[in-house]
């Protein structure tokens, strides 16, 4: 579990491709005290368990499989490439963003990217079918950043950056068709998978009723001996 506030970034030392897997070693560019095997790191808002740890070159080796690759935009980094990094919640710490999984939904894509005043103001397009999880004022990971939604409708969403998230991820390397990885609010997606469970049941019990209904005849009565004639 994370939060979207991103802890800083790391540069792409080494990177593997084999079977549509990848592996690859990372170098965090900030202080990164005590890291441990087997810990989760979001990369890019994608969840990676760290595999190794060298301390003479101060990088870590994570894997993603076949499923995470399909679904993020990782397969795009080369050696060299800065990622956005952040350690999972421990718990008693503060909540500053909102409830990040690391379970990229989506690619989404630079669509624009303007000043606006001090910050920037950045519309992103993706698949129509996540719309549903995004409102305005609701939040969204963006290569695992948290930031609040300012607009949205079918297919696009607007946020807005400020400096601070400027300086320290890697949005000040966004430009238009960038590949950015998208992940929808949690709780929007129970909310609208309980609802769609909800309104499939009431209809199944509504056309079980109907069936019912609609199957006791007089002419079914009158062939079964119910009726006298």
């Known amino acids: 579990?994370?939060?979207?506030?991103?802890?800083?970034?790391?540069?792409?030392?080494?990177?593997?491709?084999?079977?549509?897997?990848?592996r690859l070693r990372l170098r965090p560019l900030f202080a990164l005290p005590d890291p441990r095997v087997g810990e989760s790191m979001a990369v890019n808002g994608a969840c990676l368990t760290l595999e190794s740890w060298d301390a003479s070159s101060g990088s870590f080796a994570v894997y993603a499989s076949m499923e995470?690759?399909?679904?993020?935009?990782?397969?795009?980094?080369?050696?060299?490439a800065r990622v956005n990094l952040e350690r999972a919640l421990?718990?008693?710490d503060r909540l500053g963003g909102h409830l990040v999984s690391g379970h990229?939904?989506?690619v989404a894509r630079v669509k624009g990217l303007r000043p606006a005043g001090d910050s920037r103001w950045c519309r992103l397009v993706f698949?129509?079918?996540?719309?549903?999880?995004?409102?305005?004022?609701?939040?969204v990971a963006l290569?695992?950043?948290s930031l609040t939604v300012n607009a949205c409708g079918p297919g696009w969403l607007e946020v807005n950056v400020i400096p601070e998230t400027w300086r320290v991820t890697t949005v000040s390397?966004?430009?238009?068709?960038?590949?950015?990885?998208?992940?929808?609010?949690?709780?929007?997606?129970?909310?609208?998978h309980l609802l769609a469970l909800c309104t499939r049941g009431g209809a199944a019990k509504e056309q079980e009723e109907r069936s019912a209904s609609a199957g006791v005849t007089l002419e079914l009565l009158r062939e079964h001996g119910f009726l006298g004639l």
Request: aromatic share 6%; glycine share 16%; net charge negative.
């Open 1 to 22: 579990m994370f939060t979207g506030l991103v802890h800083g970034q790391g540069e792409v030392t080494a990177l593997e491709r084999h079977g549509g897997q990848m």
């Open 68 to 80: 995470t690759v399909s679904r993020t935009s990782l397969n795009g980094l080369r050696a060299g």
């Open 90 to 92: 421990a718990v008693g």
């Open 104 to 106: 990229v939904d989506t």
């Open 127 to 139: 698949d129509p079918e996540w719309s549903a999880q995004i409102i305005p004022k609701g939040s």
């Open 143 to 145: 290569d695992g950043i």
């Open 173 to 192: 390397a966004w430009a238009e068709g960038h590949a950015v990885n998208l992940e929808t609010d949690m709780i929007g997606k129970y909310v609208q």
